[in-house]
């Protein structure tokens, strides 16, 4: 791959500006030919992009990075043209005529970056979450990764079990019993660094929405104001508001962002008996999206006294992560929490979708239910830290196997320990992206990658 020089549009064309990214040993013979402007390193100048017939194609300025120093550790160039489809389009079948490069691939400059040692794995998984980020929160968690907070996590996790290893292989193949081996002290060293894999597979569990955005399912009996707390909290009207029992019969979904989360909130039908059809279709969609969603909303219309079928739509979400919402507080209350701040032991936020009343403690309050602030005040790091899936599956098994060689030594299976330490420092290891992670595992990595990144 790295014998190939590629290039590929680095911004969406359309704008004030494309930028044409080109990378490999081709780069500088490349832009030589294309650009009338001075060529040097980390200088931009101007200048035109003229075809192999003389023919300018647009007045432009370009720049020029010598290999190691560029992004990719790679010669690479970047041309900033006018950012017309047209001018675009015609770029790069100047730069394809010239038989030096080729279009590159999703994430192509990235892994180059990543293959030349500019970035660890980790490191270029948060190119692309940076890119994806939708909220304030998962913004900051890319950028931490993309400054390697993350890798110097696992890197200190991998050189501690590293060492481990070599104690207890120094003590196994120690023939003159002159090396003493220290089980307990070695277990609990194994026991540490488990917990800490434990902690931030755990942390990353729970910071999974700052990725992929939190499902909020808006659950509740007909009319208690389901589709105007989620106008609401978007602040526009989405979903149609009526005092006809019934009106929603489908589920609307909507993205926002909470306190800096991304949210995905599901406006449900309101779930009660009844024999029309359709409406019962609703409501089975109601009830599956209560148990897709990573926070229920259970409303309760703040007019009148509780009933049994608003226990009822409670009771089919047991188990979850919910909250109670006191509905339409601009009217005569009949429902309040209690001293606690609680109804049926959930915690209560009175609301008026009217008024915009206790909506700012509602996303206060959802926000702290769906990523509650780090409870180990002394760790080396937040949870958010860990936010990418495969990261958090490495942890896993590094966890399980280093509980596992605690175990083992304590028993002297000594031999079975050090397979399980090992385990964990390839699970470690592949986080990174160290060692030879493997080709499929890195195109995996990439193939999610957009192009010209």
């Known amino acids: 791959m790295l014998d190939k020089t590629v290039f590929a549009l680095s911004t969406p064309v359309g704008g004030a500006i494309a930028i044409m990214r080109i990378s490999g040993e081709n780069a500088r013979p490349l832009l030589e030919r294309l650009f009338t402007g001075r060529i040097a390193h980390r200088r931009v100048s101007y200048g035109r992009i003229v075809d192999e017939n003389g023919e300018i194609i647009d007045a432009c300025c370009a ?116 090396a003493e081996l220290d089980e307990a002290a070695l277990a609990a060293e194994f026991t540490a660094a488990a917990n800490e894999a434990e902690e931030l597979k755990e942390g990353g569990l729970r910071s999974r929405i700052l990725r992929e955005g939190a499902r909020v399912a808006i659950i509740g009996s007909p009319n208690v104001g389901k589709s105007s707390l989620l106008n609401a909290l978007i602040m526009r009207e989405r979903a149609i508001v009526t005092a006809i029992p019934g009106t929603t019969r489908d589920t609307v979904e909507e993205q ?62 047991r188990g979850k992560k919910t909250a ?24 209560a936020f009175p609301t008026s979708a009217v008024t915009g009343e206790g909506l700012t403690a509602l996303r206060r309050g959802m926000a702290e239910l769906l990523l509650p602030e780090n409870p180990h005040s002394e760790s080396a790091f937040p949870e958010s830290i860990v936010t990418n899936s495969r990261h958090i599956e490495a942890l896993g098994r590094a966890a399980d196997a280093l509980f596992a060689a605690a175990r083992l030594i304590v028993s002297g299976e000594t031999d079975a320990a050090y397979f399980e330490a090992r385990s964990a420092m390839d699970a470690a290891a ?7 992670p493997g080709e499929e595992l890195v195109d995996a990595v990439f193939s999610h990658f957009c192009m010209g990144k």
């Not at 409406?279 to 009148?304: C, H, M, P, Q, S």
Request: net charge negative; proline share 2%.
């Open 63 to 178: 720049a020029f990075f010598e290999a190691p120093d560029s992004y990719t550790g790679e010669d690479m160039a970047e041309i900033s043209v006018h950012g017309s489809l047209a001018v675009a389009r015609r770029l790069a079948e100047a730069i394809e005529s010239t038989g030096l490069a080729e279009k590159a691939g999703p994430g192509d400059f990235t892994r180059r970056a990543y293959l030349n040692g500019k970035m660890d794995l980790a490191e270029a998984e948060a190119v692309m979450d940076m890119v994806a980020a939708s909220a304030e929160r998962s913004r900051r968690a890319a950028a931490m990764q993309l400054e390697g907070r993350l890798s110097a996590v696992i890197a200190s996790l991998y050189e501690r079990i590293k060492l481990a290893c070599a104690r207890l292989a120094n003590a196994m193949d120690d023939d003159t019993g002159e």
């Open 256 to 317: 926002a962002e909470i306190e800096g989360l991304p949210v995905i909130f599901v406006d449900t039908a309101g779930i009660r008996e009844t024999d029309d059809e359709v409406e019962k279709l609703g409501i089975e969609r109601a009830r599956r999206e209560a148990d897709y969603a990573d926070l229920v909303l259970w409303l309760v219309d703040g007019t009148r006294a509780i009933r049994k079928e608003d226990i009822d739509v409670l009771s089919g979400v």
């Open 324 to 347: 109670a919402v006191i509905t339409k507080t601009d009217l005569d209350r009949a429902v309040y929490p209690d001293a606690d701040g609680l109804i049926n032991g959930l915690p």
């Open 430 to 436: 592949q986080i990174l992206g160290t060692e030879d």
